[in-house]
């Protein structure tokens, strides 16, 4: 459910005959996103619809105050040695007891996923996610030879944010859906630490490259920040 906006031309300049590398990459992005969102939206379907008898295990455990799993359990141990919020022997204690907990809680929660049928949408949904995230973050990477792939890359960002690309009438883009923070080891800042940015950051820098190579030569390198 397309309108001829941003979204819709970038679409449109992939079936031109304009060549840059950035249109393919808008292309695998729109696809690898309309399918993340049809796996979450038929795995939310299937949640709906299940024997509510057998509900759902929960996976996290509580260590102090604290809710957490996975790899949250091992900084949380960092951060209570740190802190020497009790004797270290007391605080590894607890910590092989909240790992056992949580290893016996996953155990449960594959055996219910597997018995329920939800796995298989899970990991449908967990795939297609993982190559919209990479889709997304090759916008960042691929750079636009073109004027036109420049203002397509902007164009489908901007269109994507403000919800044109859709699977229903509820079920829509938004400015929210794009990767966290991302880095890049060669960017760094004042201090020389790798720079941690928001998605937006990395576009606007991808765009600034691509028209810094393509601007008339006098014009490159110019800045306004002055000493």
Known sequence: MLTATG?????????????????????????????????????????????????????????????????EIESTRERLLKRKAAAPRVIEKEYRAAKAEYENRVALYEAWEERTGMGAFHRKREMAYEAEVEAAVALTNVTPTTLEGVTALLGYVDSFNRGEL??????????????????EDDAKNGRGNTLEMPFAWWIARNAYNALSALLPAPTKGRTLLHA
């Open 166 to 183: 859709r699977i229903s009438e509820s079920w829509y883009s938004n400015s929210e859906l794009w990767p966290d923070d991302l880095m």
């Open 7 to 71: 979204t819709a031309r970038a679409k449109a300049l992939t079936q031109s005959t304009i060549q840059d590398p950035i249109l393919e990459a808008i292309e695998r992005h729109r696809l690898a996103w309309l399918e993340s969102a049809r796996a979450q939206f038929a795995a939310d379907q299937a949640d709906e619809n299940r024997d509510s008898s057998d509900p759902e295990p929960i996976r996290l455990v509580t260590w102090r105050q604290y809710q957490i799993g996975g790899q």
